[in-house]
């Protein structure tokens, strides 16, 4: 197996390479130590980057730039049309322009702290460092950040934190930092540093003596497998949330580029970590293919509550104050409707349970903005979250000036993702991995605002470092897309293909894939126990035997086939969600946003087990699903001292 002769494995124990020394020079160090390409031999040097959304097209713009021959893959028409642009509330940053108290430590503690203290100190301090590069970077491109009027940035509040340090565009601010680094990316393609190749998908990875070599792709309009020869490969493929088909993720999003390399020898992270996001728009029936979230910046304004009595479904605006359970502020006063995202969703979950939930089939918790429309005037909401109610009327029909929104928790992000080292590297070496495709940053729990905040430190300001160090350590030689171990991969793809072409079943791609969902949403999602678990492990391996079985694909390869594609996906989907399983099953202690129903304290918030449980959890695939390697990477809390979440 390749994992086992990594570089990252020291006498079988998994070495994450994090530099010494204190943690606020750990990078500054780590940067002045770091090998250089000088300008002159940079353009010797091929990098392949998987991905154009925030992490990927920064990190290709920013390699382009510095001169790297860079490759960069989309299986969208446009880099555009990346998930990235979904993220609409803000990105955070320790500017401390509120001079409410805000720092790099406190931003630093309160991601320690919101990921329940399952992620690298070292990796969660540099971030929180270069979260003040990045909001200087992209004002400099242009991104219309909002102003107060004395011309300083705005920023606001978001779940998790106690002050205000996070930026926005209105409700757009993924849209405007994907520009932004779209434009950067396009002015390399203009340059001749950038090759944009879209509509092709990446469908293996091709390592050779140990290194990442190439990728082998299919083009999505043509059907013609290719490979792609470099020096260095580059995944920000984004997350795998699309593994329970009910998601406010993209519907294209997918696993496939991580969960091929997965099974080429790079080792996956605590894939079972999901984060539930408890603003989206309730499931209205089984006619829905994906969910809409509203953007956690609504909590700033608006108040959760469900009615006090059971099973009340009188209108919101009969059910008078006093008969109103504004159960976020009354069990969390200190941060009230800015309660984390984990902790938000079991709480809106457990008022349903008890059947106090409001809408069609009770899976519904009220989001109110009355309080703040009188206080602040409809204009000034308006202005802030104007764009959200439109598409909220667009979807539900209902105007939330008049009456208030209906949420309720969905799964929106996944913290796991493939194992990386300090430089973002996998246990394959030349494979780096950024964004949600790695697990790297956010621990157990992802606190809103921090996804843009990462996607774009690995991308501008992490990987042409820890890249260039890479490369100046290899000789860039003449190995193309000819060697044999290319054709050979070539071969494995193109059989797959033909594989799921040819299996003639009866039943659709989405009806696997929704099945697989209900599964993993039922046993492996919000909360999950040891038989629920067993009995998951138990199903997948039978769904996933069918589908190979039963499973009907329409038309042909030489073609745009979105069939196809879909069923390539939902193939890996059906192997990634029993590792999830075995991952969660592994994992007897609750964190964030895996909540392990037999570790719950007294008045049922999660309860960790740091004695036994704090450590990464990275497996390897060994060839058989069902038995993957578990290697630990412990964690140390230097910094910030292992306690009980509280946010009463």
Not at 8 to 24: H, Y
Not at 264 to 289: D, K
Request: charged share 25%; aromatic share 10%; hydrophobic share 35%.
């Amino acid at each position: 197996m390749i994992g086992s002769t990594s570089p990252n494995l020291v006498d079988g124990r998994l070495d994450a390479k994090i530099p010494p020394g204190p943690i606020e020079q750990k990078w500054e160090r780590h940067r002045f130590d770091m090998k250089l390409v000088s300008p002159a031999n940079r353009r010797r040097y091929t990098v392949l980057v998987v991905g154009s959304g925030l992490a990927g097209g920064a990190a290709a713009a920013s390699l382009g730039e510095l001169g790297y021959n860079v490759k960069c893959f989309s299986y969208h028409d446009s880099p555009r049309r990346a998930h990235s642009i979904a993220a609409q509330g803000g990105i955070n940053a320790a500017k401390n322009y509120r001079n409410d108290g805000d720092s790099v430590f406190r931003l630093f503690y309160d991601t320690v702290k919101g990921g329940d203290f399952r992620a690298r100190e070292a990796n969660v301090y540099r971030l929180a460092e270069l979260s003040l590069n990045i909001i200087d970077q992209c004002v400099a491109q242009g991104v219309p950040f909002a102003r107060e009027y004395g011309g300083l940035l705005d920023t606001r509040s978001f779940g998790g934190a106690q002050v205000s340090r996070t930026f926005y565009a209105r409700g757009q601010t993924g849209q405007q930092l994907l520009l932004g680094a779209y434009q950067a990316l396009e002015r390399q393609v203009g340059l001749g540093t950038v090759t944009m190749d879209t509509r092709a998908e990446m469908l293996d990875l091709v390592v050779v003596d140990g290194r990442a070599r190439g990728i082998v792709t299919r083009d999505l309009v043509t059907g013609a497998v290719e490979s792609h020869a470099g020096d260095a490969v580059v995944l920000a493929t984004g997350g795998y949330g699309n593994v329970f088909y009910l998601s406010t993720n993209a519907k294209a999003s997918n696993a496939t580029a991580i969960w091929r390399a997965h099974k080429r020898g790079a080792f996956f992270a605590n894939p079972c970590f999901t984060q539930i996001h408890p603003t989206c728009i309730p499931v209205s029936g089984e006619h829905q293919s994906k969910l809409t979230l509203m953007s956690e910046s609504l909590r700033n304004d608006g108040r959760v509550w469900v009615p006090k009595k059971v099973g009340d479904t009188r209108p919101p605006d009969r059910i008078p104050v006093s008969e109103r359970d504004y159960y976020l502020e009354r069990k969390y006063p200190s941060y009230g409707n800015l309660a984390p995202r984990d902790v938000a969703s079991r709480a809106a979950k457990e008022v349903c349970d008890e059947k106090r939930g409001v809408g069609p089939g009770g899976r519904g918790v009220y989001l109110d903005f009355a309080d703040a429309i009188e206080r602040f005037g409809e204009p000034v909401i308006r202005e802030k979250y104007g764009n959200l109610f439109e598409m909220y009327e667009r979807i539900t029909g209902e105007n939330a000036y008049r009456v208030p929104m209906r949420i309720y928790p969905a799964v929106h992000y996944t913290m796991g993702g493939l194992w990386v080292d300090y430089d973002l590297m996998s246990t394959i070496p030349g494979l780096f991995v950024a964004g949600e495709a790695n697990f790297s940053d956010h621990g157990a729990n992802r606190l809103g605002a921090s996804a843009l905040m990462q996607g774009l430190a690995d991308g501008y300001f992490i990987l042409p470092g820890t890249l260039g160090d890479y490369l100046a350590r290899v000789r860039p030689d003449t190995i193309d897309a000819g060697h044999p171990a290319f054709r050979a991969t070539e071969v494995e793809v193109s059989a797959r293909v033909r594989r799921v072409l040819s299996v003639g079943g009866k039943r659709t791609v989405d009806s696997f894939h929704r099945e697989l969902g209900q599964l993993l949403w039922d046993y492996c999602g919000m909360a999950r126990n040891e038989a629920g678990l067993h009995h998951a492990l138990r199903k997948i391996p039978e769904l996933r035997a069918e589908f190979w079985e039963n499973v009907r694909v329409l038309e042909r390869n030489e073609e745009l086939n979105q069939s196809l594609e879909k069923a390539g996906r939902v193939a890996d989907f059906l192997e990634l969600g029993e590792l999830m399983c075995i991952d969660a099953l592994q994992r007897a202690e609750s964190c964030g946003g895996h909540f392990r129903e037999e570790s719950q304290t007294p008045d049922g918030e999660a309860l960790r087990d740091d004695e036994h449980f704090a450590y990464v959890a990275a497996w390897e695939h060994t060839g058989t699903l069902a038995r993957p390697n578990l290697h630990k990477e412990p964690l140390h809390f230097e910094y910030v001292h292992l306690t009980q979440r509280s946010y009463k």
